[in-house]
Structure formats: C-alpha cells, structure tokens
C-alpha cells in the first residue's frame, strides 16, 4: 500500500521522543452516541432519564494517542469543545474524518485552539467526498473574502485512500458502506474504528485482518437503513474475531448496564470516557513509515 502524499511532514513535532521499546496507544472514547446525542431532546424514556452516566452520549468520536505522543482525534463532534474540556485534551496533531455528516464535523471551528497551543496547522484526513463536504460545510474557512475576526480554524485537508503515514504510525482507512454512500473508518494497528456502517465491503474485510479491538457501529437493536442493528454488529464482531469490542453510535433504546449484561464475553457497549491501551506492532510502528 502506498503512501497517498506527503502528510507526515505537516505533523508538528511530537510531544514525547521516539521511542522503540513504547508501542502502546491509547484510546479515548469521547462520544458514543448516535446523532441526536443521549439524552435526546424532551425525551423521558428510561434511558433518557437514566442517572448511570454511561447512559449520557455525545455525539461520535475517538481521541488516540500513539506511541509517540502524537495525538489524532477521529471526527470533530458538535460536542467536541465539551469533550476536550472534559477530558483536557492536551493537544490534537491530526484529525481523521469518516465523513462529512453533521455530528461526526460540527466542532470543527474549536480546532482554533489548538492552532493557539500549538502554534500550527493541523492536518486533516478522509476520503474526497468527506474532504468536499468540510470546504461546503465551513466555506467560510476556505474563503479568501473571510475577515479574520476572531480566527478562522488552520487546517489542511489531504484526500486519503490507502494507507497513509502519521509520523511513525501507519493508518488505514477501510472503507464501509453507511447505507448506499461508502465512507472511511480506520485501522490503526491491532485497533479499527468502525463507525457509521451499514455493511462492510467485501474488499475491506482483508484490511481488518488480525485487528484486535474493534469499536464498531451499532445503532439500536431494531433494523436501520445506514446503520448495524446490535445484531448485525455482533455478526461483524464474530467474523473480524478480536479479543474485545465495543458498540457505539448508540441511540437512547439501548440502557447500558442492561444491553452490555445481554451481550456476549468481550463484547460491551462503549461509553464517554472509556478508555483503552492498544499495542501498535513493530511493523505498523515504523516499516513504513
Ligand atoms: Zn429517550
Ligand atoms: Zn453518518
Ligand atoms: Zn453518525
């Protein structure tokens, strides 16, 4: 698989030193809601009224930290500035999108701040659709008529297909059908991130070989015409074979403690917060990258 352009070279310089012997990463549920978020709005169902806080969902989105420091956050959710004041996000070195649907883009604009911490531009990932979709959505970033006011958001946008190289760390975005538009989860390591999926293309199968942690779409339990239904994620979960799964995009049907007790070993819902270690291998970390 071939390196889609020069991206690596836009990374600013990582917070921590390589280091060969540290292959961890980790990762950082920031959202595990579906797109009304949970509770939903005037909504008293049971879940919506739950106090278990796993119950509470912001809309979708993962923070991984690879060995070196380098921080990536996958998509930028409306509640994006909420979940990094909430989990004070240090940094944000590159931003993965999936696709360009509202609740996976509308905290782009809080992407300034770390512009500020960190003195950069930050490099944004995904395939040329969702890249199209972000210069509509937020034509006034890319308009050079724009009056600087409070700051506009510094961001490149790089078209990615195959693999791609963040400093050290080969990504893979794996394509997934999310009802009849295909767009991007991504394979970082022994770690997939599979949402906003209704079907996963046969071609993409291979490229989720041996991952070992998923966190994988599942909507609800009833059948959802862009999304896995519970059913149809544990289907995906069985046949990819990792030792631990988490479901996320989760809509207010599904009570955490009761779904998660209902649900096979190693399979679980995630939940704002949950956080992970994952092992990066020494081929992923640095052949070719
Ligand atoms: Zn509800
Ligand atoms: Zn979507
Ligand atoms: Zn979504």
């Given at each position: 698989m071939g390196q889609s352009d020069q991206s690596g070279e836009h990374l600013p310089n990582p917070a921590n030193p390589i280091n060969p012997t540290n292959r961890q990463g980790t990762l950082l549920v920031l959202g595990s809601g579906?797109?009304?978020?949970?509770?939903?709005?005037?909504c008293s169902c049971a879940v919506c009224l739950s106090d278990d806080p796993r119950d509470t969902r912001t809309r979708p989105s993962v923070y991984v930290t690879l060995p070196d420091g380098t921080a990536v956050l996958i998509d930028t959710a409306p509640d994006f500035r909420m979940q990094a004041l909430r989990h004070r996000l240090p940094r944000v070195d590159a931003v993965l999108y999936t696709h360009g649907h509202a609740d996976h883009v509308l905290g782009l604009d809080d992407l300034r701040r770390y512009n500020h911490l960190q003195r950069a531009r930050i490099p944004c990932y995904g395939d040329a659709q969702t890249m199209g979709e972000l210069r509509r959505t937020f034509g006034y970033i890319f308009d050079q008529a724009t009056p600087a006011g409070g700051g506009l958001p510094e961001i490149d946008l790089f078209p990615v297909y195959g693999s791609f190289c963040l400093g050290r760390t080969e990504v893979i975005p794996v394509p997934l059908w999310h009802g009849r538009r295909l767009l991007q989860g991504y394979r970082i390591g022994s770690l997939a991130y599979l949402t906003d999926c209704s079907a996963i293309p046969d071609s993409s199968w291979e490229l989720l070989d041996g991952v070992d942690l998923v966190v994988i779409d599942a909507l609800r339990h009833r059948p959802h015409p862009t999304h896995f239904s519970v059913a149809e994620a544990l289907a995906a979960v069985q046949r990819l074979g990792p030792s631990r799964a988490w479901f996320t995009h989760i809509c207010h049907d599904l009570p955490h403690a009761a779904t998660t007790a209902s649900l096979p070993d190693g399979v679980e819902l995630a939940y704002d917060g949950l956080s992970v270690t994952f092992e990066l291998t020494q081929a992923v970390q640095s052949a070719t990258c």
């Amino acid at each position: 698989m071939g390196q889609s352009d020069q991206s690596g070279e836009h990374l600013p310089n990582p917070a921590n030193p390589i280091n060969p012997t540290n292959r961890q990463g980790t990762l950082l549920v920031l959202g595990s809601g579906t797109s009304h978020g949970v509770p939903v709005i005037g909504c008293s169902c049971a879940v919506c009224l739950s106090d278990d806080p796993r119950d509470t969902r912001t809309r979708p989105s993962v923070y991984v930290t690879l060995p070196d420091g380098t921080a990536v956050l996958i998509d930028t959710a409306p509640d994006f500035r909420m979940q990094a004041l909430r989990h004070r996000l240090p940094r944000v070195d590159a931003v993965l999108y999936t696709h360009g649907h509202a609740d996976h883009v509308l905290g782009l604009d809080d992407l300034r701040r770390y512009n500020h911490l960190q003195r950069a531009r930050i490099p944004c990932y995904g395939d040329a659709q969702t890249m199209g979709e972000l210069r509509r959505t937020f034509g006034y970033i890319f308009d050079q008529a724009t009056p600087a006011g409070g700051g506009l958001p510094e961001i490149d946008l790089f078209p990615v297909y195959g693999s791609f190289c963040l400093g050290r760390t080969e990504v893979i975005p794996v394509p997934l059908w999310h009802g009849r538009r295909l767009l991007q989860g991504y394979r970082i390591g022994s770690l997939a991130y599979l949402t906003d999926c209704s079907a996963i293309p046969d071609s993409s199968w291979e490229l989720l070989d041996g991952v070992d942690l998923v966190v994988i779409d599942a909507l609800r339990h009833r059948p959802h015409p862009t999304h896995f239904s519970v059913a149809e994620a544990l289907a995906a979960v069985q046949r990819l074979g990792p030792s631990r799964a988490w479901f996320t995009h989760i809509c207010h049907d599904l009570p955490h403690a009761a779904t998660t007790a209902s649900l096979p070993d190693g399979v679980e819902l995630a939940y704002d917060g949950l956080s992970v270690t994952f092992e990066l291998t020494q081929a992923v970390q640095s052949a070719t990258c």
